[in-house]
């Protein structure tokens, strides 16, 4: 079915062969790459891509299918467009085989039904390293023994003007009214602004709009090159004479920087990807990105009344720009993401605000909105970069061979980064086939149980000024929280690094925990903490059998599981109560998905995720012996940035500063 031999040719002669899974036509256009791991249907509906044929770097695709092409309030629910714009697809492995609640087909199907090409089996890795030294190049895709067909340049035509729609269309009846200008629109910008309580009158790229009524100016995103958007830019200058609030994205803040007299540029070969780092001009705040464009804003080409709102963190290149005194700002990525991270969604809250409330910097209204959204504002109460000058780190202790190995790299490479700062450091780590315990990792080791008594006696001959609780697991974490309880560390003046004690406490006390979860409106599953056998026999009466039985502060999933009955719950209880002083009775989730996020906070309130795993068991099975693959295999984009955006909710509300690790039970 998929064996027809179907080769990607390039303009500098290169030729990589692969197979068909998509429509059998050739095609032709400029080569791109994308880095998401999921977001393909969004990325292949997006209008930004028209005329361009997108390689995905991710090697396999289509393993959650396609959702069915439903409609909402005139746009499609899950399609970013109304079609797939792509001119074709390259992939390295396509999934035959697709798993997903909400899939209605495969992705083959659907481009065979778009009438898209698509190749599998082809290097990705080689072609995308070819892209980024040689830049972004034309190529096509053809059937090998039948008709060629020549090289086609997208920037030779205006896709601004293929993409935009052709008349005037109205969407809801709210409060606000708002411009629409439609470069090649997608579905998810104006589903953002419909939720903010807006009218949008959308309209085509070449438009007139300056004769309507209305608040505020949305220039959205859009394929090619901003030059051939002349009409639009005088439309925007026009505009600008009003001082009515304007927001564009991506294409929209080319043409705004077009309109306030500023140049634009093509990018060696664009940023395409789900994961590209802006910073905020001017602070420490830092913010992971969904991106697709080619061309880029000059940052020196930007008047005296015009400065650069973001910056990329990978090349310097401009990520956005504001006037100094209006209402006006715009930003080169996509804050309403799709496929990628919501992190920046709130920049449609400081569009709004900007048609509320007159005469607030930008700058001061992204704070208020970062703020705002914050359940409890986290202030980093720790030490200051050289302050630290000798430091005691936990190890993670007798483990079995094979067991908490991450443990093990964590605390080595914590113990790296410390001595190449010329900072002294003191390991306590009785394990001694361990990294960290070997020569030239720590400046001392002692191999002692990692117990309060011990620990206490190191610190005592010792004298460090910091430690570090973080690394050493389960372990050191319950150590440390005695050594705080004790006033340990407060009777040798020693500073805990990283995550404060109370929220390690917050953590492992299940009740406290849920409770964080509630004020920040996360779910969490139906559940009793309970301190004694009676307590968790009448908790399990209240929820129902089957429960699910946790010992908090616990090792590796200890004096945790089902129980079907009381008899069961009685034995699992009694042995829970001998590794913990608390144990948590739940609601069953047999069968649920079981999904894990590693999560990385830092002082400044920066978030990122390093990645997502997915047990291959169903919940229920401790992860220890359960096989995890990461990433995961049979999330969709929306659930992968929806799980995300909860675990980075949850780090920020309870005052990581470090990384930590977020579990989650999913319905299948």
Request: proline residues 5%.
């Amino acid at each position: 079915m998929y064996n027809k031999s179907l080769h990607l040719v390039l303009e500098d002669g290169t030729v990589f062969q692969g197979k068909s899974f998509g429509y059998e036509a050739p095609v032709a256009g400029e080569i791109v790459f994308s880095t998401g791991m999921v977001g393909y249907t969004e990325s292949l509906s997006d209008p930004s891509y028209l005329g361009q044929i997108l390689t995905l770097t991710y090697p396999l695709i289509g393993n959650y299918g396609v959702p069915k092409d439903e409609s909402h309030q005139g746009i499609s629910t899950f399609y970013e467009s109304e079609r797939i714009q792509a001119s074709g697809l390259i992939v390295s492995d396509f999934s035959f085989e697709y798993s997903h609640w909400n899939a209605a087909k495969s992705l083959g199907d659907w481009l065979k039904e778009n009438k898209v090409p698509a190749v599998y089996g082809i290097d990705t890795r080689e072609l995308t390293k070819l892209v980024r030294e040689k830049g972004t190049m034309l190529g096509k895709l053809v059937f090998p023994g039948e008709p060629d067909i020549p090289f086609v340049n997208p920037d030779d035509e205006n896709q601004v003007a293929k993409a935009s729609c052709k008349k005037t269309i109205v969407y809801g009846s709210g409060k606000h009214k708002v411009v629409l200008v439609d470069c090649g629109v997608k579905n998810n910008i104006i589903r953002c602004l419909l939720k903010r309580d807006t009218t949008i009158v959308r309209v085509p790229w070449d438009y007139d709009f300056n004769e309507m009524e209305f608040d505020g100016l949305f220039i959205s995103n859009g394929p090619g090159d901003p030059a051939f958007c002349t009409p639009t830019v005088n439309n925007i200058r026009k505009a600008m004479q009003t001082g009515k609030p304007i927001f564009g994205i991506c294409m929209g803040n080319q043409l705004l920087s077009l309109a306030g007299g500023a140049s634009t540029y093509k990018l060696k070969y664009g940023h395409r990807s789900c994961n590209q780092p802006v910073q905020l001009v001017g602070t420490q705040r830092a913010f992971v990105t969904s991106q697709n464009h080619g061309f880029a804003v000059d940052n020196n080409s930007l008047g005296a009344e015009w400065e650069p709102l973001f910056v990329n963190m990978n090349d310097g290149t401009n990520e956005g720009i504001r006037h100094k005194t209006n209402p006006w700002f715009s930003c080169q990525f996509h804050p309403e993401a799709s496929a990628g991270p919501t992190d920046t969604e709130f920049l449609f809250d400081v569009f709004i605000r900007t048609l509320e409330v007159k005469n607030i910097p930008i700058p001061k209204l992204i704070e208020d909105e970062l703020d705002a959204k914050s359940v409890l504002k986290q202030v980093y109460r720790g030490i200051e970069k050289g302050s630290v000058k000798k430091v005691l780190l936990l190890g993670s202790g007798a483990l079995k061979i094979g067991e908490a190995g991450e443990f093990d790299y964590s605390g080595s490479q914590a113990l790296k980064a410390l001595k190449e700062e010329g900072i002294e450091t003191v390991l306590v780590n009785p394990n001694i086939a361990t990294v960290q315990t070997s020569e030239g990792i720590a400046d001392k080791v002692y191999f002692l149980p990692v117990t309060p008594d011990f620990v206490e006696r190191v610190i005592e001959k010792e004298r460090p000024d910091s430690i570090f609780l973080s690394f050493g697991g389960q372990t050191a974490l319950n150590c440390g929280v005695a050594l705080y309880k004790n006033k340990i560390l407060e009777k040798y003046n020693v500073r805990v690094l990283g995550t404060p004690v109370q929220a390690i406490i917050d953590t492992e006390d299940r009740e406290i925990f849920n409770q964080k979860l509630s004020e920040i409106g996360v779910k969490y599953i139906q559940s009793e903490a309970v301190t004694s056998l009676k307590d968790a026999l009448r908790a399990a009466d209240k929820l129902g059998y089957p429960v699910i039985v946790r010992a908090a502060y616990a090792l590796g999933g200890l004096g945790s599981g089902f129980c079907d009955n009381e008899d069961e719950l009685e034995s699992l209880v009694t042995k829970a109560f001998n590794y913990s002083p608390q144990v948590l009775v739940e609601k069953s989730l047999k069968g649920w998905k079981e999904i894990e996020y590693e999560v990385v906070r830092d002082r400044y309130d920066n978030c990122i995720t390093v990645c997502n795993m997915e047990n291959f068991d169903p919940l229920g099975i401790h992860t220890g012996e359960s096989i995890v693959v990461a990433p995961s295999q049979t999330l969709s984009n929306s659930e992968y940035y929806k799980l995300r955006e909860l675990a980075i909710r949850i780090i920020r509300h309870i005052g990581i500063v470090g990384e930590c690790n977020v579990q989650y039970a999913f319905d299948p």
